[in-house]
């Protein structure tokens, strides 16, 4: 997946989310929210365009890490119920 800072400010960052779709920008958003910020994403076209992921918080860079890395543990949690 291919990150771009869209804007990134003290509280708040947005971030596109090149190569992805609803998918993992629901998700992001649903983890985000969880490792206490608030988070929100838009998607201009449903087939061509990029999510991208707004984030607040107090430290938004530490909620993504604790989103990223829970979205990890959840992939390799759910490949293990099948091997």
Known sequence: MEVKMLSKKDNEWVVELTSEDHTMANLL???SWENGGEAAYKLEHPLL???QLKVMAKSPKKVLEASSKQMI???NDFEKAFK
Do not use: I
């Open 29 to 31: 958003r649903e983890l």
């Open 49 to 51: 365009g990029k999510p």
């Open 73 to 75: 543990k959840m992939s």
